[in-house]
């Protein structure tokens, strides 16, 4: 438990929020003060520095004005983990509506389209028209649209153009922006070839916000745990915020329930309660953490095997390792009963793209678990009524090749049938993170379902953050080893080789472009190209930031920078090498 007290007072807990604190960033890019020394913290200590991250999406007041869509068509749409709760988010919406006999309303839009919900693809991310091409096509034919673009920094070009297209067209399309940074702080760099910026676009919004013409919703949720990492809270809030507005809306359409301050507040108190249900277990989730931790340090992989929605959290948290961590596809792999047919994507069966893309149990029995090893960490996520007979032989499978085995499941308090079928699955597993739900009385089906997908989305934020941590991914509480794949996180690079190394920005610049094209001299043609000339390359290339920080660092030539990072990957301990 060392580094830090567990009875930090609310001042600490806000500390970010002082102008003077890291006053050129926007508050998603912040340093969490919490997290500052989450690279040497135990795994029991990441978890509860993660708590009391989570805890502050809890501490703010939105003051936001909630609609009941009320139109055809309902559009949510982002980038990365954006367009991945996206999709999320309006699968279970349309399933609701399906059960109730209505027909589909809600689309989603993910920048680099379907492939994206499973990979890394982050260059589309600097794309503004491809991204209103994408809203056209969705909304061919449509009179109304009620679009909601989600960007947790302000700072997507893709959705700024979606925006700028609804702003244009206000007939067919009322723009709604969901993001966690106040509006003066959006983006407000140029893009190319466009007459706007992020920041202008919000702030057009803000004009027609007064009429109601357009709507912003953008509550600060406090600095991520690891810095600029907008797959945590960011889309932890985004999930809470859109889902409370849309079940108000199917509340008020369906049930004739008035939608009232109140009943959204109650609503948001119960997802405040997810977050002390889910880390009530906080030993548990040590366990896991850990398990995934030697399973990455010792270069082996993790597996998370899910059953119905649950199971899409695990793919989506899996595939976000990638651009975070700079971790391999196979490093941490979901998988989910049923595959795409489950999955119901837009653009369905997407296997032929590569074996990233093979998502079903059946791929997992047939590609992995014959290489299987107890080095490997593999985890069964479900709820109750799940197929507590498909999860059991599934247990029994893999047992067969590695006692390394755990479960984490969801079940509502004195549910004593599901208890019998767990114990047969508990004998088999190494560890059970039992995730237990007090019956609500105001608490319908749909709610507790959503609140179980946020817990196991904490959960497995916490188990591929922490072995990342564990592993020496993260340098203090900045993600060292980040892909330099778009203009944001290209930008990102630059400012946290300042932060680390100290030298001025163009040193910081020019280290990184050398590790970049893997060269110590660098050409006029490499830098008189533009930035997203440089994020193409950068694509191809590996360990960037950690390699341009040991240049930066140290007198090492590239060579024997990148010969010193293969021998020792921690970059803190490679620079101590050179220092001896
Ligand atoms: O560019 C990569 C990334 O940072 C993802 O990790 C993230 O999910 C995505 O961009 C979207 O960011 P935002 O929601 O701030 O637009």
Request: glycine share 6%.
């Amino acid at each position: 438990m060392a580094g830090l007290d567990w009875t930090y007072g609310v001042s600490t807990l806000r500390q970010w929020e002082s102008a003077d604190y890291e006053p050129s960033l926007p508050v998603s890019e912040k340093s969490n003060p919490l997290t500052r020394d989450i690279d040497q913290a135990s795994a029991y200590s990441i978890v509860k520095m993660l708590q009391l991250c989570d805890s502050q999406m809890f501490q703010e007041e939105a003051g936001t004005a909630y609609q009941d869509p009320q139109e055809s068509c309902v559009v949510m749409s982002g980038c990365g983990t954006s367009g991945r709760l996206a999709f999320l988010i309006s699968s279970g919406f349309n399933k609701a509506l399906s059960q109730l006999n209505q027909s589909k309303v809600y689309s989603y839009i993910i920048a680099g389209g379907d492939r994206a919900l499973l990979s890394s693809q982050e260059a589309p991310e600097d794309d503004p028209r491809l991204g209103v091409l994408s809203l056209k096509k969705v909304c061919e034919g449509k009179k109304r649209v009620l679009f909601i673009g989600i960007s947790c920094g302000l700072s997507a070009p893709f959705v700024a153009g979606q925006l700028d297209f609804c702003l244009q067209h206000p007939e067919v399309y009322m723009p709604v922006l969901v993001g966690f940074n106040p509006a003066h702080q959006a983006r407000d760099e140029p893009i190319q070839d466009c007459t706007f910026t992020f920041h202008s676009v919000v702030q057009r919004m803000q004009e027609l916000a007064k009429s109601q013409k357009a709507f912003l919703i953008n509550p600060a949720v406090g600095p991520e745990a690891i810095s600029g990492s907008s797959r945590m809270k960011g889309g932890s809030a985004t999930k809470i915020l859109l889902e409370v507005a849309f079940s108000a809306a199917h509340a008020a359409t369906f049930s004739n329930t008035p939608i009232t301050y109140n009943g959204v507040l109650e609503h948001m108190k119960a997802y405040e309660r997810t977050l002390d249900v889910t880390y009530s277990q906080t030993d548990g989730i040590t366990t896991l953490v850990e398990a995934a931790g030697q399973s990455l340090r010792c270069s082996r992989h993790v597996y998370y095997l899910g059953w119905g929605s649950l199971a899409l959290l695990g793919l989506i948290d899996a595939s976000e390792c990638t651009p975070t961590f700079g971790a391999d596809y196979e490093d941490v792999r979901g998988f989910i009963s049923g595959g795409y047919r489950e999955l119901n994507n837009n653009d369905g069966p997407l296997t032929s793209l590569g074996p990233k893309f093979s998502i079903a149990h059946e791929d997992f029995l047939h590609l992995i678990l014959p290489c299987l090893t107890d080095k490997d960490t593999v985890l069964l996520i479900y709820t109750h009524p799940d197929d507590a007979t498909e999860v059991g032989n599934m247990a029994r499978r893999v047992r067969e090749k590695t006692p390394n085995l755990h479960a984490v499941y969801h079940q509502a308090d004195g549910d004593t049938a599901a208890s019998l079928q767990q114990d047969d699955i508990k004998k088999l597993c190494l560890s059970t993170l039992k995730i237990t739900w007090p019956r609500e009385a105001l608490a319908s089906g749909t709610l507790q379902h959503m609140q179980r997908e946020l817990s196991t989305k904490l959960v497995l934020n916490a188990v591929s953050t922490g072995a990342h941590v564990l592993k020496g991914k993260i340098y203090q509480n900045h993600m060292i080893d980040l892909q330099v794949t778009n203009t944001k996180l290209y930008r990102r690079a630059t400012r946290l080789l300042q932060k680390l190394s100290a030298c001025p920005e163009e040193n910081c610049e020019e280290a990184l472009l050398k590790a970049i094209y893997r060269v110590d001299m660098l050409t006029v043609e490499m830098t008189s190209s533009d930035i997203t000339t440089h994020t193409c390359f950068a694509r191809n290339s590996t360990k960037v930031v950690p390699l341009a920080l040991v240049i930066l660092l140290t007198s090492w030539s590239l060579m024997e920078a990148e010969s010193h990072l293969k021998q020792q990957p921690i970059v803190r301990e490679a620079v101590a090498q050179w220092m001896w």
